[in-house]
């Protein structure tokens, strides 16, 4: 019985690199399954891993056990995580541009310098791939340099 409730538990696992599902989401359910269904040994894992990764995260896995000195476990963990977190990191810069708005009490020179300082910071993260993720954000702005524009001219003396 206890071989059919982790064979159907672990297949309610999220799968990384398919989903919506965060880095540290998917580590914690795979980290709590491992810990309920005692699943200590190592390349026991491993194996498990290519199962619930997908895409760039079964790339991952796969890259780091396909070299004359194979990674371990955790450093597989490890080298999964720093890439979603410099993705999620790069992902939420651009969504904060895509819904920036001028707050309450922000004079317009006070939003220029935050927005121009968001804008920057996407601008250094964006590679070629992101080209057109970033596009549809792009798009949400054409015409708001008019709109910006004559907020500027508005508040001028």
Same mark, same amino acid.
């Given at each position: 019985?206890?071989?059919?409730?982790?064979? @159907?538990?672990?297949?309610?696992?999220?799968?990384?690199?398919?989903?919506?599902?965060?880095?540290?989401?998917?580590?914690?359910?795979?980290?709590?399954?491992?810990?309920?269904?005692?699943?200590?040994?190592?390349?026991?894992?491993?194996?498990? @891993?290519?199962?619930?990764?997908?895409?760039?995260?079964?790339?991952?896995?796969?890259?780091?056990?396909?070299?004359?000195?194979?990674?371990?476990?955790?450093?597989?963990?490890?080298?999964?995580?720093?890439?979603?977190?410099?993705?999620?990191?790069?992902?939420?810069?651009?969504?904060? @541009?895509?819904?920036?708005?001028?707050?309450?009490?922000?004079?317009?020179?006070?939003?220029?310098?935050?927005?121009?300082?968001?804008?920057?910071?996407?601008?250094?993260?964006?590679?070629?791939?992101?080209?057109?993720?970033?596009?549809?954000?792009?798009?949400?702005?054409?015409?708001?340099?008019?709109?910006?524009?004559? @907020?500027?001219?508005?508040?001028?003396?």
């Amino acid at each position: 019985m206890e071989n059919q409730t982790k064979t @159907l538990t672990f297949n309610r696992l999220p799968i990384l690199g398919s989903s919506k599902v965060t880095f540290d989401e998917w580590k914690f359910s795979f980290n709590h399954w491992c810990e309920t269904f005692k699943v200590i040994d190592e390349s026991e894992k491993i194996n498990y @891993l290519f199962a619930i990764t997908d895409k760039t995260a079964r790339t991952i896995v796969y890259n780091s056990l396909n070299k004359s000195n194979p990674d371990n476990y955790e450093t597989i963990i490890k080298n999964i995580g720093k890439y979603y977190k410099k993705t999620s990191a790069k992902n939420s810069r651009i969504l904060e @541009l895509s819904s920036i708005t001028i707050r309450k009490d922000e004079s317009i020179t006070e939003f220029d310098l935050r927005f121009s300082d968001i804008l920057n910071q996407v601008s250094k993260t964006i590679t070629l791939g992101d080209i057109v993720v970033t596009s549809y954000y792009v798009k949400a702005f054409r015409n708001w340099t008019k709109i910006y524009e004559s @907020l500027m001219k508005n508040q001028l003396p």
